[in-house]
């Protein structure tokens, strides 16, 4: 997923970066409000999202984010997450009510980030515009695996797969971002809806035994010491 950063501290940004790199994501680091409207626009102008998600930090040499973010809701739906130390209720409001998706308030713990980056690019394929979804965005096709999301189905060459209700909802969580890495405690939140705690052999079960349905041990890989990814096989 392409992400823009909005910060204008070079060290923040880059420390920021290297984490989402390691994620899967391709960043583009914007250090004030012109340059994040630049980045913006090009694709914007064409009726395209540019970005999957922008974070846009308030405090900015140029312009209030404020601004920005009211002027990059003009241009664009990509969702925008508020990274900012304003932390009062007056200010989330404020910037909710311009157009922002989420806010975050620093000093924030890294996989709280993460999660929210996550949870509010679902609402926008990336590259694209939210759009009514229609028969042929109903399912995801990775190689010779197909997933049907609203009939619940999972076929490989042809040939259904029975998989459980938690088996789909995870085969689904992970194939809507190919190569993007899901936290283990992303996974658990958004499939099991519980917390991480004694819940962890229960996902390593499920893994190995998509694993094993599918007859793809490669297509679910892990990545040490933070989570899963899909790896999207060649057709």
Not at 116 to 136: F, Q, W, Y
Not at 168 to 195: H, K, M, N, Y
Request: hydrophobic content about 45%; aromatic content about 4%; overall charge neutral.
């Amino acid at each position: 997923m392409r992400l823009l950063l909005v910060e204008d501290d070079d060290h923040v940004a880059a420390a920021l970066s290297a984490v989402l790199a390691r994620h899967g994501f391709q960043v583009t680091h914007a250090r004030n409000g012109e340059e994040a409207l630049q980045a913006v626009l090009p694709a914007a102008a064409e009726g395209k999202a540019p970005f999957g998600v922008v974070l846009l930090d308030l405090g900015l040499p140029d312009q209030d984010g404020y601004q920005v973010c009211g002027k990059i809701r003009k241009l664009t739906t990509t969702p925008v997450i508020m990274v900012t130390a304003r932390g009062d209720v007056r200010s989330r409001i404020h910037g909710l009510n311009l157009g922002a998706d989420d806010y975050v308030v620093k000093p924030y713990d890294t996989g709280e980030l993460l999660a929210r980056i996550h949870a509010v690019s679902r609402r926008t394929a990336p590259g694209e515009e939210a759009a009514p979804a229609s028969d042929s965005d109903s399912a995801l096709r990775l190689g010779a695996v197909t997933i049907e999301l609203p009939t619940r189905r999972v076929s490989v060459d042809g040939a259904d797969v029975q998989l459980t209700r938690k088996e789909f909802d995870l085969l689904a969580l992970l194939a809507q971002r190919p190569g993007v890495v899901f936290r283990r405690e992303q996974i658990i939140s958004e499939v099991w809806r519980t917390s991480w705690e004694g819940t962890g052999r229960t996902l390593e079960v499920h893994v190995a035994s998509l694993r094993s349905k599918l007859r793809m041990p490669a297509l679910i890989e892990t990545v040490r010491g933070v989570g899963y990814r899909l790896v999207a096989p060649v057709a």
